[in-house]
């Protein structure tokens, strides 16, 4: 599995735009799946366009929740390639010009290998990829308990990490992975980065992560 972070508040490569909202491509073999879509779609496509991501090569978007700074480039994308399946938790409603839209309430099976854990708490939802070492969870802004999100992924199989926004979790909910990418609005940054040294990696518009 390969992450590039496309959007993020901060930039792991000096020439892209910071801006806040997250957004990032997974790939994991024939599968391209754009997760969320930032806010701004042109920072989107300047960030896409400079790491050489074109929109014609992703195939699915996986949106986390609805908030604006994850949902804001969805209607530039699809203005700019429609043929896609769009992922949405149950609370989304409003996605026009996709291909196709499924909505997600429970745990789902989205692909072999690639999963859903449902919208949790009534707002978000996160992608779970397994790998070679574990599940990774891809997560938005981990508005759900900590808790709450490792404990849905878990039936997926043993969580080796997470990439993405963590708001307000506790770092201690994060002991046991071997994996912690912070990116976003997590609040507590500093202190997960302090107290998980040899398993925290620094995230960034630009950072690419290969599992």
């Given at each position: ?22 957004s990032a ?31 014609e090569d992703?195939?699915e ?77 891809i ?31 506790r770092?201690?909910?994060?002991k ?6 912070a ?8 202190e ?20």
């Amino acid at each position: 599995m390969r992450v590039t972070i496309i959007y993020d508040n901060t930039v792991y490569r000096k020439d892209l735009q910071p801006d806040w909202g997250f957004s990032a491509l997974v790939e994991t073999g024939e599968r391209s799946i754009l997760f969320d879509t930032g806010a701004s779609g042109t920072i989107l496509f300047s960030n896409m366009e400079k790491l050489e991501i074109l929109p014609e090569d992703i195939n699915e978007i996986f949106i986390s929740h609805y908030h604006f700074d994850h949902t804001g480039g969805l209607s530039a994308f699809l203005d700019q390639n429609s043929k896609v399946r769009v992922w949405v938790p149950r609370s989304f409603r409003g996605v026009k010009n996709a291909e196709e839209v499924i909505e997600i309430d429970k745990p789902a099976i989205l692909h072999d290998g690639i999963y859903s854990t449902g919208e949790l708490e009534g707002i978000e939802q996160s992608l779970c990829v397994e790998t070679q070492k574990g599940i990774v969870i891809i997560a938005g802004c981990s508005h759900p308990r900590m808790e709450h999100i490792i404990g849905a992924a878990s039936q997926f199989g043993k969580v080796y990490g997470i990439i993405g926004g963590l708001h307000g979790n506790r770092p201690e909910t994060l002991k046991g992975l071997e994996l912690i990418c912070a990116t976003h609005c997590t609040q507590y940054k500093q202190e997960i980065k302090s107290l998980y040294p040899g398993k925290y990696i620094e995230g960034g518009a630009g950072k690419v992560i290969e599992i």
